[in-house]
Each structure stands twice: as structure tokens, then as C-alpha cells.
T-cell receptor, first 113, second 116 residues
Framework: AQSVTQLGSHVSVSEGALVLLRCNYS??????LFWYVQYPNQGLQLLLK??????LVKGINGFEAEFKKSETSFHLTKPSAHMSDAAEYFC???????????FGKGTRLSVIA | GAGVSQSPSNKVTEKGKDVELRCDPI?????LYWYRQSLGQGLEFLIY????????KSGLPSDRFSAERTGGSVSTLTIQRTQQEDSAVYLC??????????????FGSGTRLTVV
């Protein structure tokens, strides 16, 4: 069965600092990997995804993530945090079998002025 | 429609009552998913509809939960004899479906269910 582990339920960074949100996955077949963001009282919005091809993927709002098969990781980064980045971030995994997305428990990002 | 629409946005019900939650997916999206989001627990998969195929009900937590999708479009999630542990945000998502999964899901804003 697939699973996702997000290290750190809460991450706090200063405005302008590097954002790093960690995600490790488990999958018996090549994975499809996703990051979603959830703002308060809203649904989830797709930030970026990896399916095949280039392992460094760029998404919206300046975020990017790198698929590292050897480390079974898909960490999310942003060089410079902005106050508007404060939200809940979810990592999710599926695969070529199109199984429903399996989500991690989420990481709440706080940005301090 | 332009997005996934869910109604009601908030629902407060008494323990033991039945509730129905509605999801209207994006037009043309053949796949529809229900998830439950509980505080600190992430998103829990409930059920998945793909076109006219039999739904994947593997995530439904008990036989009090059921869902249907009429005409390949609107879906209703029904919870019978609600319990306090059913309190959560219920999220619906749709996608272009099998073979086109790489486009990801589009989520609705959810229904916040509170059982008192």
C-alpha cells in the first residue's frame, strides 16, 4: 500500500527565508507525486506535480520540488517566503494504476514578519 | 461549472440524524472522489467514482456511509445515524479520469459537518 509521511506538522519561517517542507513516500510502483496547498476555509489547490520526465518540477507561487527516487522523497521548497504563503500544505502520492491519491497529514506553514 | 461545487458549506446535525452532502463536479470530469478531513489527520479517502464503472468503496469507514452518483455527474454522500466522530470536513474532488490522472484533482471547498 502507498503511504506518505510529512515531517513536521508545523513549520515556522521568517519572511524572506527559505521554505523547506519535507515529504517521503512509499510506493511499490513508480509514483505520481503531488503537493497541494489549503488556505483557511478553502479547498485544496494543486501547487505542482511529478508524473514522469524531469525530476525537478516547478509550480505556482515560486514553489518547486525535486523527486529523488533513491531517497523516496519529494520535498517542497521556495527560496524566499512571503506572508501569503502561510497555509496548510499536503503531499500526496498515486501511480500509473490511477489509484486514488493518498495524502500525508499535512504541514502548517507559518511566516513571521 | 467552473469549479467543483459542494453544498451545504456548513451542516450542524444532532447525533443519530441522517445527513446528505452534495457535490457537483466540473463538467466533463468523469472521475469523482470523496475525502474526509479531520483535524490533524490529513485527508482520508472515502469513495471513488469513474464513469460507469462500479465505485471503489474501499475507504468508507462503516456501513452508515454510502454515496451515489447520478447520470455521471452530481454525487451525494449520505451518512446515516450520525455520530460525533463523523464531525469533519468532507471534501469532493473531480478529475479528467482514468488515463488522464496526471492532470490532478480539482477540489471543492468542502462541507463542514458538526454532529452535536
Amino acid at each position: 500500500a502507498q503511504s506518505v509521511t510529512q515531517l513536521g506538522s508545523h513549520v515556522s519561517v521568517s519572511e524572506g527565508a527559505l521554505v523547506l517542507l519535507r515529504c517521503n513516500y512509499s510506493s511499490s510502483v513508480p509514483p505520481y507525486l503531488f503537493w497541494y496547498v489549503q488556505y483557511p476555509n478553502q479547498g485544496l489547490q494543486l501547487l505542482l506535480k511529478y508524473t514522469t520526465g524531469a525530476t525537478l518540477v516547478k509550480g505556482i507561487n515560486g514553489f518547486e520540488a525535486e523527486f529523488k527516487k533513491s531517497e523516496t522523497s519529494f520535498h517542497l521548497t521556495k527560496p524566499s517566503a512571503h506572508m501569503s504563503d502561510a497555509a496548510e500544505y499536503f503531499c500526496a502520492v498515486s501511480d500509473v494504476r490511477n489509484t486514488p491519491l493518498v495524502f500525508g497529514k499535512g504541514t502548517r506553514l507559518s511566516v513571521i514578519a | 461549472g467552473a469549479g467543483v461545487s459542494q453544498s451545504p458549506s456548513n451542516k450542524v446535525t444532532e447525533k443519530g440524524k441522517d445527513v446528505e452532502l452534495r457535490c457537483d463536479p466540473i463538467s466533463g470530469h468523469t472521475a469523482l472522489y470523496w475525502y474526509r478531513q479531520s483535524l490533524g489527520q490529513g485527508l482520508e479517502f472515502l469513495i471513488y467514482f469513474q464513469g460507469n464503472s462500479a465505485p471503489d468503496k474501499s475507504g468508507l469507514p462503516s456501513d452508515r456511509f454510502s454515496a451515489e452518483r447520478t447520470g455521471g455527474s452530481v454525487s451525494t454522500l449520505t451518512i446515516q445515524r450520525t455520530q460525533q466522530e463523523d464531525s469533519a470536513v468532507y471534501l469532493c474532488a473531480s478529475s479528467l479520469g482514468r488515463g488522464r490522472f496526471r492532470y490532478g484533482y480539482t477540489f471543492g471547498s468542502g462541507t463542514r459537518l458538526t454532529v452535536v
